[in-house]
């Protein structure tokens, strides 16, 4: 159980294009999603928390009209990388919580990620 | 100051051997501490949770010194499959969710 999916796994698309990005929960429901980005040797950084059926909360320094988030179901979001550059080339992760489970439950489960590049 | 803190390694050891991560944090209200595993290129895996009065699972041992912000997690009996990144995560439990800090990972390298 717990098992959450990402799509596509990998992507390469040209500087100017907007790529979007998946993440489902298959066999729980998430009212609340996670996006996180990683740089080569580097930490995952929270990018933004998917509420579904609200607006994404988004961590300080992240553009949201260059990430759009949307959190139209219990099992999915989806991450909107408008306008792609090179330096927006990352492994995204989302991840998701049981909304099952209590508040108080901190687990998250991670899907497999995707890797962008932007040439 | 990171919120976070991890020596990046590597730690080079051969099996068998026992190895020791520590891992700081800046936020003094945190509630919850976690040790991820990361193999390359892929998602993190939640390792264990880390309580107050310490605890273990099998191998590995997680410990949390609140007074100094510390946490550590002790590997025993290093396997070659232990070679992986491990990942110091805190919950903040600041702005109305739970979300989770990462530190940047201590490498691991397992060798025969």
């Known amino acids: 159980g717990a098992v959450v999916s990402q799509h596509p796994s990998w992507v390469i698309c040209k500087s100017g294009t907007s790529v979007k990005i998946e993440c489902r929960s298959l066999?729980?429901?998430?009212?609340?999603m996670f996006w996180y980005r990683q740089f080569p040797k580097q930490s995952l950084m929270l990018m933004a928390t998917s509420n579904e059926g609200s607006k994404a909360t988004y961590e300080q320094g992240v553009e949201k009209d260059k990430f759009l988030i949307n959190h139209a179901s219990l099992t999915l979001s989806t991450l909107t990388v408008t306008s792609a550059h090179p330096e927006d080339s990352s492994f995204y992760i989302c991840?998701?919580?049981?909304?099952?489970?209590?508040?108080?439950?901190?687990?998250?489960?991670f899907g497999p990620g995707t890797r962008l590049t932007v040439l | 100051r990171k919120e976070v803190e991890q020596d990046p390694g590597p730690f080079n050891v051969p099996e068998g051997a026992t190895v020791a991560f520590n891992c700081t944090y800046s936020n003094s209200a945190s509630q919850s501490f976690f040790w991820y595993r990361q193999d390359c290129r892929k998602e993190p895996k939640l390792l264990m949770s880390?309580?107050?009065s310490g605890n273990e699972d099998g191998r590995f041992t997680a410990q949390l010194n609140r007074a100094s912000q510390y946490i550590s997690l002790l590997i025993r009996d290093s396997k070659l499959s232990d070679s992986a990144t491990y990942l110091c995560v805190v919950n903040p439990k600041s702005g109305g969710y739970n979300k989770l800090i990462f530190g940047a990972g201590t490498r691991l390298a397992v060798h025969p």
């Open positions: 991840s998701a919580r049981d909304s099952d489970r209590g508040s108080s439950y901190n687990e998250q489960f």
């Open positions: 066999d729980f429901q998430a009212t609340t």
């Open positions: 880390v309580y107050s």
